[in-house]
């Protein structure tokens, strides 16, 4: 099978990582998947939530990584209306799966006494917005970990990251399995899943929807697979930055 941009069923979009794209904040990259782009800022703070806070006031804070996203107007066609007064649900489910993706690979007591937030803003959308956030957004938070350390804020032999993490969407579309599914694959196929990984295999989340008949193990097997050879395609594009 040849997609309709001539890609195998086996084939992730091309991706192109600049990072230190914005001056302002500790660490940021502009991650582009395809015609799908975003900017994935990471900035810091020297202090954690109150709930993080040992009843101990001997006791160093344990960290914290929490993410925020968000889809410009202009991400979309039609224009999309910005967030102003209430996120909505969707937004809001998209920010949760970004933090809990990113902390799964953060000691936060290696971290220390330090929130890291990561905002992921959308500014051209073509699928797979959220699984590109993630992949983009560890690539942040991994720079403005090293810089901390560079800095001195965190001693330079901590173990931060246990690993890296990063996401892809694969599906079927005409009846075939697929990976790195672009707008016009996504909004047609039959099964839509998104897959979260470790750099060393393992599962963070994942998430499959069935848009019409039900699909066997078989098909399930064979888009875990897929994820797999995605994400092993995207850790060693996010070890080159």
């Not at 709930?51 to 925020?68: C, F, H, I, L, N």
């Not at 931060?160 to 579309?173: E, I, M, P, Q």
């Not at 399995?177 to 196929?189: I, Q």
């Not at 699909?215 to 395609?233: A, H, K, S, V």
Request: with cysteine; charged share 25%.
């Amino acid at each position: 099978m040849t997609r309709h941009d001539n890609r195998t069923p086996e084939d992730i979009r091309p991706v192109s990582i600049r990072p230190d794209f914005t001056k302002t904040a500790l660490a940021s990259v502009l991650y582009e998947s395809g015609e799908t782009m975003l900017l994935c800022t990471a900035s810091v703070e020297n202090t954690v939530p109150p709930w993080r806070r040992s009843s101990d006031p001997a006791e160093s804070a344990a960290g914290w990584v929490t993410a925020e996203y968000n889809m410009l107007p202009g991400s979309t066609s039609p224009r999309k209306r910005r967030d102003r007064s209430k996120v909505d649900g969707r937004t809001t489910e998209i920010q949760r799966l970004i933090g809990r993706s990113l902390r799964a690979v953060v000691d936060f007591d290696a971290l220390g006494e330090h929130t890291i937030t990561i905002d992921c803003d959308v500014l051209q959308a073509d699928g797979g917005t959220r699984t590109a956030a993630i992949t983009g957004g560890y690539i942040a938070m991994a720079a403005a970990i090293s810089r901390l350390q560079q800095d001195g804020r965190i001693p330079e032999d901590a173990r931060v990251l246990k690993d890296s993490v990063a996401a892809v969407s694969v599906g079927v579309v005409d009846g075939v399995p697929v990976l790195d599914l672009d707008y016009f694959e996504d909004s047609r196929a039959e099964v839509d899943m998104n897959i979260i990984m470790t750099g060393n295999g393992r599962f963070v989340e994942v998430q499959g929807t069935a848009e019409g008949d039900p699909f066997d193990n078989e098909t399930l097997n064979r888009l875990l697979e897929l994820g797999r050879i995605g994400i092993e395609q995207l850790t060693a594009k996010q070890a080159d930055h």
